[in-house]
């Protein structure tokens, strides 16, 4: 029997002897992942201390009792745990830790900060997990002080919370073991947890939560963290929300303890982890999961600009085929609280503030639980809880990873929710958008459809997005599994309301217009969340709108493609801009925040800045939606850099217009039709110049027109580097298959060119 084992001797197939957490931090270490050095106290030392010392019948009996009753609970905690500290630990295996940790000293040239960790294990079910029920003890130093440590680690074995968790899983106490890993401290800087896929989706999204100091603060949920997501396809961050940060936990360079600090004043609201740096943590994230072959939750720290691999482990959270239902939310709706949507899935309850122990018998089935942040034992409240909500926390505090393994919806990380709900009030919760509603809301039925044929989704750098011009056509397209909708019609919209919008104006009823806009555009967005979806703006042409009530004053244009439409007559019309406007705020008030704005037929850098303008004076803040153009002038792609320096989150090629635009061909008229071609040289070399521009300052670019459902377009488009190819509902699956190929080609031929 090994006492002591360096970590580096250890691997994936040694849980028994080392837990799943030394198991998996001998395996990364050996596959060359950055992990901190150090040792693991064995399973079997552990046994055979219970054994020798003569505690193991009066340990184990004092575990027989009610798990439910909490005084009992909590009685058979302190006689466990006293029964282990008092015992006399066998000198050979007390001198076998403090002459280890001696040599891990030696290695590192100094008398070390250790961390010491639990990691249990089941003696006939080794993958068991038993995360988060032991305890760890930060910034140990000196083998005496390594011991006790150690021994306080087996004795967490016995705390209260896990005599629940093992009873409730059905676990004999006799059967469940513990190794301590000891290992070298990293005195991070800044600090973490990483999923290397989406936790409660499974989507190829890396999700990294970071905040200063010692990642305690992050896993406890006493913190809320900066979230960033990193799309593993196209190896780019997607999302960044920075967080305020109150606390840090650090360790005290008088007392070399952990302490809980301010953060500084300027650290507050700043970005904790540079670009580099995510995209650095996403790529172990990455290798991580393709070498356990199934998605892991990653605990990291930064110290002296190094990233360090602290834990991995499999994520069991996410949901298999499970309907993730989301609130129906009118516009009239009022949004109370607003944080991250940690565990998908809507609930309406009577809320119950939590501020402590004392309180958790007043959560009753059903009840919506609301507290500053959730400790262990509050797991048997959460078990009844409807829904749960938080002041603090990110996606991996344990809330969060609770609620996901309970099946619960869960926001977290609001800030104010114990301050502005309060008890005894009837509110909605939505998991998945992160908001909580006054009062009972309805829930959007699972709509069962007959998806497009797909016979599968490979996965490409390049995004496939689908393009969509009737919100009754929104599970259709979301059956497809595209990346997101590149082009949403707002005009298919008004058309079908049978009025135009200025009839609407004229006759006071412009909230209604807004109304119907939202209602419509909500279907998709909803359908997709959180997916993005482009909305494109008023495009027309005053033709179709002669038909239709109030439309009498309409001017008769010779050719209304290239008269009065798109944001030119938006910001000649500017109080139907307005309107526009005024649904995009309200979508996002209801969390909808996947909803993008696309001006369409732009042509000077002017018209971009006016529309700015206008929603600022609406009130819509553009740091939180994204607003791009149309390219399908040849005006607006070769002055392409005026509108960067302006200020654009992405810009889509149409390409129908863009094409006859530059060719000088009337796409409708049949004596010229064998001219048109979007593939001409010209239309490329507008295209090229373009994305070259877009992608030196990391603005998104992408193509909505026909052509991009051509396979011989959407191959030339990955080779000149799109970032995204939207096609028709019918045609993503061919166009995803074309991406797909393409992808492999150029990667083959560059293989070759070595």
Sequence with gaps: MAIVVWLEEVGREDIPVVGGKGASLGEMINIGIPVPGGFAVTAQAFRQFLERAGIAKELFDSLNVDVNNPEELLKAEARAKKIVMDAKVPEDIENAIKERYRELCEREGEEVFVAVRSSATAEDLPEASFAGQQETYLNVRGADAVFEAVKKCWASLYGARAIFYRVEQGFEHEKVNLSAIVQKMVDSEKSGVMFSSQPSTGEPLVVIEAAWGLGEAVVSGSVSPDNYVVDRSSKKIVHKMIATKEIMIVRDPA??????????????????????EILDLAKYAEILEKHYGIPQDIEWGIEKNKIYILQSRPITTIAKGAAKTTAEASGATKVLVTGLGASPGTATGTVRIISGAK????????????????????VPAMRRAGAIVTDEGGMACHAAIVSRELGCPAVVGTKNATKVLRDGMVVTVDGTKGQVYEGKVAVAEEKKVQPVAVAYKPVTATEVKVNISEPTRAQAAAATMADGVGLLRIEHMILGLGKTPGYYIRSGRSEEYVDELVKNIKIVADAFYPKPVWVRTLDAPTDEFRAMEGGENEPVEHNPMLGWRGIRRDLTEVDHFRLEVRAFKKLHELGLTNVGIMLPMVQHVSELKRAKEIMREEGLDLNKIDVGIMVETPAAALTIEDFIEEGLDFISFGTNDLTQYTLAVDRNNENVANLYSEMHPAVIKLIEYVVERCKKAGVKTSICGQAGSYPEMARRLVQIGIDSISANIDAVATVRETVARAELSILLEAARNR
Excluded: H, W, Y
């Design 359 to 378: 309180d958790l018998e007043k959560v009753k089935d059903g009840d919506i639980m609301v507290t500053r942040m959730t400790m262990p034992d509050m």
């Design 255 to 276: 007392t070399s303890k952990t302490v809980t600090v301010p953060v500084p004043p300027e650290k507050r609201d700043a970005q904790v982890l540079t670009e580099s």
